[in-house]
């Protein structure tokens, strides 16, 4: 949760606080083993977020191993390997990539398990773009992101909608790539995913989209912080925002750093968006 909030502080210190918990010597053999794992998901995690891909395959490797030793199946196709396939993936170990793909799938459709199943069907479409250059692969990425939306497990299918436009934009489909990049928003709006924001609203940025064209009326915000919203509309600075809501200036400029992340807009595009509300 810290993570995709930007948090990166709190996260770090949760997670290194769970791993020293978890893996203290004698815990991996002898203590809680879902705990164990659970730390080697946080830390893997954590390298993941920081695009340390190498790091994070290495100790995602390290917990599938625990995984199979412990035959923890529901941890393995639930969290290890969807992880350790983006990991790998990402530092361009393509083979590795592959053949955790098929593993997973494999094993999700044995146990009938959806979740796994999702995953193994974006990773499959993210290999054939990424190795492959396939130039249809977005439609793939897109029918993944669909089967988890119907899980429901709709972050996850928010990221690879914003996967498949990023493709889609690399390709030159700016206008097909808009449909996608506003799903994932209205997405990462409604749950404060601030980096997932950044991340679509640059994507918005090269397919074109100005800020009046991202208009999600007010999706996500609370009511405190739509009142906010229509302040700086208003061109309010922080402490007039303060004053007028009768909060503390702390208090303002927090909602106001929670607004601009909910509509992924900078404090200049705020009232092209309220227009449209």
């Known amino acids: 949760m810290h993570l995709e909030r930007d948090e990166g502080d709190v996260a770090e210190q ?11 010597e004698g815990r991996r053999e002898w203590g809680d083993p879902h705990a164990v794992v659970a730390a080697y998901v946080g830390v893997g995690t954590l390298h993941l977020k920081r695009r340390e891909f190498a ?3 290495e100790v995602l490797e390290e917990g599938l191993a625990i995984v199979d030793r412990l035959g923890l199946v529901a941890w393995g196709i639930h969290r290890v390997m969807p992880l350790l396939c983006e990991a790998h ?9 592959e053949s955790l793909c098929r593993r997973l799938h494999r094993e999700s459709e044995a146990y009938g398990h959806a979740l796994g199943l999702a995953y193994a069907a974006g990773a499959r479409a993210l290999l054939a773009r990424l190795r492959d250059q396939d130039s249809a692969a977005h439609v793939s990425i897109v029918a993944a992101a669909e089967q988890m939306e119907g899980i429901p497990f709709v972050f996850a299918g928010a990221r690879l909608r914003l996967n498949a436009a990023q493709v889609m934009v690399a390709d030159g489909q700016q206008v097909a790539a808009r449909e996608q ?20 609203r640059a994507e918005m940025t090269r397919a074109g989209m100005r800020a009046r064209d991202v208009v999600v009326r007010g999706e ?17 600075s922080n402490k007039e925002i303060a004053v007028a809501l009768g ?31």
């Open 14 to 24: 949760y997670v290194r606080e769970a791993w020293e918990v978890a893996t203290a």
């Open 89 to 97: 993936l990402f530092a361009t170990e393509y083979e590795r990539a």
């Open 247 to 277: 909060i503390a200036t702390r208090t303002a400029e927090s909602h106001v750093e929670k607004v601009l992340a909910k509509l992924g807009v900078s404090r200049a595009q705020v009232r092209d968006v309220v227009d449209g509300w």
């Open 220 to 236: 996500g915000l609370t009511g405190r912080e739509r009142e906010v919203a229509q302040l700086l509309a208003q061109w309010k």
């Open 55 to 57: 790091k994070a395959a």
């Open 181 to 200: 990049l506003l799903k994932a928003h209205a997405v990462f709006a409604r749950v404060g995913a601030v980096r997932e924001l950044a991340l679509t």
